[in-house]
C-alpha cells in the first residue's frame, strides 16, 4: 500500500496564493501521469492540471494562468502553485494518476485531499 501526505491546503483571501503539496511513500510517482483533481461543493470532481510523465502540462481552462503543476520525481512529490486565487476555486483537491481507471493507484480510493478555502 502506497500512503498519500498532503500539505499545503488551507484558508487564503482572493487574489492569495496557496501552494498545494502531495507526496507518495514510495517510489512510484514517477510511473504514471500526475494530476490535482479538485471537488468543489456541488459539483462533480474535475481534472485541474496535469502533468504526464516527461513534464508536459494541461491545465482546465478555468485555471489556466494561475495554477502551475509540477513533480520532483526522486522526492516523489507532486506540486501545485495556485496563484491569484478566487472563491471558486473552493473545493477539496486530491492528487492521483492521469487517468483514473480501474487497476490504478488509488482507484476508488481518493483518500482524503487537501481543503482549500478562498474566502475574506
Known amino acids: 500500500q502506497v500512503q498519500l501526505v498532503y500539505s499545503g491546503g488551507g484558508l487564503v483571501q482572493p487574489g492569495g496564493s496557496l501552494r498545494l503539496s502531495c507526496a507518495a511513500s514510495?517510489?512510484?510517482?514517477?510511473?504514471?501521469?500526475m494530476g490535482w483533481y479538485r471537488r468543489a461543493p456541488g459539483k462533480q470532481r474535475e481534472l485541474v492540471a496535469g502533468?504526464?510523465?516527461?513534464?508536459?502540462?494541461t491545465y482546465a481552462d478555468s485555471v489556466k494562468g494561475r495554477f502551475t503543476i509540477s513533480r520532483d520525481n526522486p522526492k516523489n512529490t507532486v506540486n501545485l502553485q495556485m496563484n491569484s486565487l478566487k472563491p471558486e476555486d473552493t473545493a477539496v483537491y486530491y492528487c492521483?494518476?492521469?487517468?483514473?481507471?480501474?487497476?490504478?493507484?488509488?482507484?476508488?480510493?481518493w483518500g482524503q485531499g487537501t481543503q482549500v478555502t478562498v474566502s475574506s
Open positions: 492521483n494518476v492521469v487517468p483514473v481507471v480501474p487497476g490504478s493507484p488509488w482507484y476508488g480510493d
Open positions: 514510495r517510489n512510484i510517482f514517477s510511473l504514471y501521469a
Open positions: 502533468i504526464g510523465r516527461g513534464g508536459t502540462t
